[in-house]
């Protein structure tokens, strides 16, 4: 471990290099600015949630019919999320969606299915249109990466970022390791995005192994953990998602699978999902977990995905497409001698996750403006880590928004940038440092299985009072006790400081989930002391930012654009609650 610093001065830094973080990098590149890219992952064109492929990509084209126009979706949307959701970001997301997608075909990727030798679209998950493009994937990151190392960007791989630095509500850089090499970045910027995707390995799953979870498990909420510690605000951290998975295997898939017209029955051979919700199993994606979860409670499990009525043509397709999000899943079906085409496959609720709660725009996370900036000046955010998702499209889509927005930023005058101070810098970093020497502390593992095991008992998808308080002492005490976590390596020193955001991000969760007195979008966010939805009270944000003794909860009418909590100009216009 080297004692000197690695110091970087550009224009933008990008904490994250997956879809949204290089989508972001793009624009700003070809604005002329300065970018460094900080992955933890190996290799760019190969890092974050969809590094290995994905198979469907949701977006308006604007292709001739009514249901294909920015508009026809937006009528749609408060029905969607329930009325909680940012319509003037979701707004802007939509009307993008067909610019960005030409451009993300200008760099090499192709979305028409050679069968056809066009888009072949499909309709899942509640959505009034066949807005999901399915096209094989496997190599749609690195086409984008590509973009980013072809601009001449700098992508520090390897390297995790730890702190942002601010003043007077303004972030100015970060610092940064590298895991491998012991390097340690101060890295000055004029704007920094936030890309570092949503909170992965938060409970436990059918499997017993915490890596194998459904989305990206090196995403554990660094941005939120960042953002919040720089003084950002984060919004509907109370909700959850979940999805079914085959038994034993997180994987991606599930939309495949509705799309494809799949049906659901449980171990009476039951077609259940019309019990739930007039469309099905077209349903949004949690209202299909909620009647899962409801069938086990009811006794009727197992649950099993049935594909037998399917033509071969689309059995064919299935088949063909099974590698493209998970390359070991057509290994997991020939050794578990699981046969789609000829029997059942049951299905498993995945583990849980800070993204987007199971509907289309909600995101959990930093709350943004139209442009991707948060309530820190110069401080942008975009993908799964932002108030407004919508899966790869949506990351896709509002990084562009956000690189653009940091482009039109420092095209103004900002100011003289402060100098980062070197001496506590060089506190962080010993306090960092410090796990490696934690001979006898607490191993990350059992730390993190901790958190993950109160989230599950306490904080999942069934909620009450009693629950989330407890769960809340629980991690506060596991709080107490991150300073005798034990790093063995410098690997694991990164290990460390993703536990710590996983538990704060468990942290955060709980205590909106305990403001917001209502059920609602089912799994998403079920209080069994408040069963009901209450749309007079609760049609609100909950915000959540850091206070002078911990959390500090309001609530914002949805009537309201979230950039309207940035300015506290009304105090009228929010409530405290927490």
């Known amino acids: 471990m080297s004692a000197d610093w690695n110091t970087l001065d550009t224009d933008v830094l990008v904490i ?35 590094g290995c492929g994905v198979d469907h990509y949701l977006t308006i084209m604007e292709s001739g019919p009514e249901w294909d126009t920015p508009e026809f979706l937006l009528k749609y949307v408060p029905q969607l999320t329930d009325g909680i959701v940012d319509m003037a970001v979701t707004s802007r997301v939509i009307h993008e969606m067909p610019r960005v997608l030409r451009r993300i075909e200008s760099f090499g990727v192709d979305f028409k299915d050679k069968r056809y ?3 072949y679209r499909l309709r899942s998950f509640g959505l009034p249109g066949t807005y999901h493009i399915n096209f094989d994937g496997t190599e749609f990151k690195k086409h984008i990466g590509q973009q980013v190392r072809k601009k001449k960007g700098t992508v520090l791989t390897r390297t995790m970022a730890v702190q942002l630095l601010t003043e007077d509500n303004r972030v100015y850089g970060a610092l940064a390791f590298n895991f491998r090499t012991g390097e340690w970045f101060a890295i000055r910027a004029r704007a920094i995005v936030l890309a570092a995707g949503e909170v992965n390995r938060l409970s436990l ?4 192994i915490a890596f194998d979870s459904w989305h990206c498990p090196y995403n554990t909420g660094d941005a939120h953990r960042m953002g919040y510690n720089a003084g950002a605000t984060l919004t509907n951290m109370e909700f959850v998602e979940s999805t079914l998975t085959p038994k034993g295997f997180s994987a991606q898939g599930l939309n495949a699978w509705v799309s494809e017209g799949a049906h659901f029955v449980n171990k009476s051979g039951e077609r259940f999902m019309f019990k739930y919700d007039e469309k099905g199993e077209n349903a949004r994606r949690a209202v299909i977990a909620d009647a899962v979860i409801m069938e086990y409670l009811l006794g009727n499990g197992p649950i ?48 849980l996750g800070i993204r987007r709660s199971g509907v289309y725009f909600r995101g959990s996370g930093l709350a943004v403006d139209t442009d991707g900036q948060t309530s820190i000046q110069s401080l942008f955010a975009a ?5 407004v998702s919508g899966g790869i499209a949506g990351a896709s889509v509002l990084g562009h928004i956000a690189g653009e927005g940091v482009a039109a930023h420092l095209a103004k005058p900002q100011g003289a940038r402060p100098d980062i101070d070197m001496t506590a810098a060089n506190e962080i970093r010993a306090s960092a440092m410090a796990h490696m020497h934690n001979d006898d502390g607490l191993p990350w593992k059992d730390f993190e299985q901790q958190t993950r095991q109160t989230v599950s008992d306490y904080v999942g998808v069934r909620r009450n ?22 790093a063995d390596d410098l690997h694991g020193l990164m290990r460390v400081q993703e536990s710590k955001s996983i538990r704060l991000s468990a942290e955060l ?29 609760w049609r609100k944000f909950v915000l959540v930012e850091r206070g002078s003794d911990g959390p500090k909860v309001s609530a914002l009418s949805c009537d309201k654009p979230l950039a309207a909590a940035f300015t506290r100009l009304d105090a009228k216009e929010l409530s405290d609650v927490g």
């Open 383 to 387: 993908g799964d880590c932002a108030s």
């Open 304 to 351: 099993y995905a049935d594909c037998r009525h399917l033509s071969k043509d689309v059995l064919d397709h299935m088949e063909a497409t099974l590698a493209v999000d998970r390359y070991t899943m057509p290994a997991f079906y020939e050794q578990k001698a699981l046969n789609f085409r000829d029997e059942p496959v049951e299905v498993s609720i995945s583990e």
């Open 117 to 119: 030798g066009d888009y």
């Open 465 to 486: 009072a009693k629950g989330l308080n407890r769960a809340l002492d629980t991690l506060h005490s596991l709080a107490d006790q991150e300073p005798a976590l034990k």
């Open 16 to 50: 994250g290099g997956g879809v949204a973080g290089c989508m972001a990098a793009i624009p700003a590149l070809e604005a002329g600015l300065k970018v460094v890219v900080c992955e933890k992952g190996k290799v760019l064109d190969h890092c974050g949630s969809v």
């Open 509 to 537: 969760m709980a205590h909106a989930a305990l403001a917001r007195n209502e059920t609602r979008t089912r799994s998403s966010h079920r209080r069994l002391d408040y069963p009901e939805t209450d749309d007079e009270n």
């Open 205 to 208: 799953n059918a499997s017993g």
